[in-house]
């Protein structure tokens, strides 16, 4: 087993002991782990993904997840080089967890940025752009009774002649309504 290997199953075991119990601490895979940053209203979940020289090379920051959608962008450039500056520092050490409470002791600066009026304009200006872009509505195809008739067949009855799956089946509870009730 490599140095890096060990290290890396030394700091697995590290980060679920202090993170045990902590709903914002989640490890995704064993080499990928997210946390939840929380600010009164707003937060963030940031994912850490070990390469396979961690702790020997920086780990990947992805900020990209479907949660921080409405993120700003430079509030999401402000938190990776933070969290770039501090990685520089620790290379060659387990870092996984001094970058998520680095991150914790700053959350309220970092999420500064993030105000409602941004993201609302945000928002209106990606709603403009969508009413612009109209799409037309597509026809549908007109078919007479009997291309509708001859479809309908098709469909019952299937290419090869079968009949489709339960076209045979009991409805049970009709089944079980006809049937006397007998007390045990």
Not at 14 to 36: C, M, P, R, W
């Amino acid at each position: 087993m490599s140095d890096d290997a060990e290290q890396q199953a030394d700091e697995i075991e590290v980060l679920k002991s202090i993170y045990e119990g902590d709903d914002n601490f989640k490890q995704v895979d064993a080499t990928t782990y997210q946390y939840k940053y929380i600010d009164g209203e707003k937060s963030f979940i940031l994912e850490i993904t070990w390469g396979p020289t961690y702790p020997t090379e920086k780990p990947g920051f992805n900020l990209e997840i479907f949660y921080n959608q409405n993120l700003l962008p430079s509030v999401k450039e402000k938190i990776l080089s933070i969290l770039n500056t501090e990685a520089d520092q620790w290379v060659g050490c387990a870092m996984t967890y001094t970058l998520f409470e680095c991150l914790k002791e700053k959350v309220s600066e970092i999420l500064a940025e993030q105000t409602e009026e941004a993201i609302v304009a945000r928002i209106e200006k990606i709603a403009v752009t969508e009413q612009t872009e109209s799409k037309k509505p597509e026809k549908k195809e007109q078919l007479s009774k009997s291309q509708k008739r001859r479809a309908w067949d098709r469909a019952e009855v299937g290419r090869a002649g079968e009949k489709p799956r339960g076209w045979d089946w009991v409805d049970i509870v009709k089944h079980l309504s006809q049937a006397p009730h007998v007390p045990a």
